[in-house]
């Protein structure tokens, strides 16, 4: 954060505030089911192809989702948010649940 000591608050990437980097969360992460087509994966390894990246064949996109607390989320916390997670964050029939985990700063 040291780059941007003396910067006005607009010049610094949201991605980069201090209240993102701190905030306590869970990172809930979903992918499309494996057996699933995926176009728009499908659709960027083709153009990862066409510029010479030859040397990767395939690519899935899925979701990161994060779940912001007020103080450092507890393992009743976690358990609330993979169910939060199946429920809310996903559907079932085309994208699975890979990752539900507390983050540390």
């Known amino acids: 954060l040291e780059v941007f000591?003396?910067?006005e608050v607009s010049d610094?990437?949201?991605?980069?505030?201090?209240?993102?980097?701190?905030?306590p969360k869970i990172i809930v992460e979903v992918m499309p089911k494996a057996d699933l087509l995926d176009p728009a994966g499908k659709a960027v390894a083709n153009a990862l192809q066409r510029k010479g990246h030859k040397?990767?064949?395939?690519?899935r996109i899925g979701k990161r989702i994060e779940l912001h607390y007020e103080?450092?989320?507890?393992t009743a916390d976690l358990e609330a948010a993979k169910k939060i997670a199946a429920d809310f964050l996903s559907n079932g029939v085309i994208e699975d649940?890979?990752?539900?985990k507390i983050e540390s700063n």
């Open 97 to 100: 649940v890979v990752s539900v």
């Open 5 to 7: 000591r003396g910067a």
């Open 71 to 74: 103080s450092t989320p507890t």
């Open 55 to 59: 040397e990767i064949v395939n690519v």
């Open 12 to 23: 610094i990437p949201p991605q980069l505030t201090l209240w993102s980097i701190i905030v």
